[in-house]
């Protein structure tokens, strides 16, 4: 079960996508604007809806849709899906054990915000989840996750007027390891995009029959 300091009101779990990274392309991108146009594109794509978008509600997931309990800081519990075919990892940089996004993120995270601005995901809500590698205890790596991501919620919206409504930052840890055989490497520090869907069908009823607070795998 994941809980979530008071600050960020919510945490959730969500899968990975396609990976960003802070390289060349990124670093210098102010002046290759063609290299920038090309990196919002491909994270639309990425970050998209797959299914049925009709309505005014929640677009619908796809098979890789994870169910997320949230424990909130009063205790109670929220249900989130977030679709596993709609969501990036991102390369975020921070200071050593710190919540301080460095400056060469600042393209980066400009990239993101534009992407989430666009006309095809302006309706839409997502899950920023961070990760840790396993450098430090489970319960230092957990807190630093969760400050990692709140604080990448803070700057979209301050910085790049992202609603907060949109956003929900994720705490998990050294939990999701994306290199398990090195497990203190920087791959696995990063902070994951999700887009949130609506429940699948019979999911009320699954709901009753799963209420001890873990997570479960829509489909594949």
């Known amino acids: ?5 008071p600050q960020t009101r919510r945490s959730v779990i969500l899968g990975l996508g396609t990976s960003i990274l802070v390289g ?4 210098h991108a102010d002046s290759h604007s063609d290299d920038v146009t ?4 491909d994270l639309i794509q990425d970050l998209a809806p797959k ?3 009709s309505g005014d509600g929640l677009p619908k997931g796809g098979p890789k849709t994870r169910k997320v309990i949230v424990t909130q800081p009063d205790g109670t519990q929220k249900i989130y899906y977030v679709d596993y075919d709609s969501s990036a990892s991102l390369s975020v940089q921070f200071n050593t054990d710190s919540a301080e996004i460095l400056k060469r993120s600042g393209q980066l995270l400009r990239v993101l915000a534009s992407a989430l601005k666009s006309e ?3 309706r839409y809500s997502y899950m920023l989840a961070g990760h840790t590698d396993a450098r430090a205890s489970k319960a230092h790596n957990q807190a630093l996750s969760e400050r990692r991501a709140l604080s990448v919620s803070s700057h979209l919206q301050t910085v790049h007027a992202i609603a907060g409504t949109r956003l929900i930052p994720v705490g998990f840890g050294e939990n999701q390891l994306l290199d398990t ?3 203190n490497s920087r791959v696995n520090r990063r ?3 999700g887009l949130i869907v609506r429940p699948p069908e019979g999911a009320e009823e699954e709901n009753k029959n799963n209420d001890d607070g873990t997570n479960s795998l829509i489909g594949d």
């Open 1 to 5: 079960m994941i809980r979530i300091p």
């Open 24 to 27: 060349p392309s990124i670093a």
């Open 38 to 41: 090309k990196q919002i594109n």
């Open 51 to 53: 299914g049925d978008t």
């Open 120 to 122: 095809d995901l302006s």
């Open 181 to 183: 055989k090195a497990p």
């Open 191 to 193: 902070v994951e995009v």
